[in-house]
């Protein structure tokens, strides 16, 4: 199947990041820190250095879990409103295949996923939304497209993602094991006894 046809993955970037403590713990929205742009002077009045974009870690940790997922099976956007971000520049960029947009000032992260699903249909593409928005999964079922867009709610994005951590880990443990020399696995005292046995 080639890129143009695979299904279009549309993610509702903020509503995502706000589901779960797997991206809350990489967000800093503390009251008490200045956040100002990355081309900002990055100090505060009173000297101490102000806080960059309080989301910036849990968006990265989030495009990385959306590369993983839609790994050859999806073309991924992840899509954030741009209405309260620090900088108006923020421009559609893609990283690691994944494609990222930011609502134009004035204008909804749900207008954008409307109408990126309204494209894809009328491209003749499936289209899956991850969204636990309710307005945006009510709009995407009553649109033209609703019978080419597939439902997924971001708890269950992040099941998946935890699923494939866990996966990945158990992979890495059994690689790790494989790789333990027969040595490695002796006991402190059987090792000694063999070492003594063989002079060393």
Do not use: W
């Not at 960029?93 to 204008?107: D, L, P, Y």
């Not at 009510?138 to 971001?154: C, M």
């Not at 994005?157 to 990945?168: C, N």
């Amino acid at each position: 199947m080639s890129k143009a046809r695979l299904p279009l993955l549309v993610v509702d970037g903020y509503n995502v990041l706000r589901a779960t403590p797997r991206y809350a713990a990489l967000m800093d929205e503390r009251p008490d820190r200045i956040h100002v742009s990355a081309g900002g002077s990055g100090r505060a009045a009173g000297g101490g250095m102000i806080g960059v974009d309080p989301f910036e870690r849990a968006r990265e940790a989030l495009v990385a879990d959306v590369a993983a997922f839609a790994q050859g099976s999806y073309e991924a956007t992840i899509v954030y409103d741009g209405a309260n971000n620090l900088s108006p520049d923020r421009p559609a960029t893609k990283t690691a295949g994944v494609r990222i947009v930011f609502s134009a000032q004035g204008e909804s992260a749900d207008a954008v996923i409307e109408r990126l699903c309204a494209q894809a249909h009328r491209s003749g593409r499936d289209i899956a939304l991850v969204t636990s928005d309710n307005t945006i999964r009510s709009t995407t079922s009553l649109g033209p497209y609703a019978a080419s867009v597939t439902k997924i709610s971001s708890l269950m994005l992040v099941h998946e993602m935890e699923a494939t951590d866990r996966e990945v880990a158990r992979e890495l443990a059994d690689r790790t094991h494989a790789r333990m020399t027969v040595e490695d696995r002796l006991s402190p005292e059987t090792l000694a006894k063999l070492n003594a046995i063989l002079g060393r």
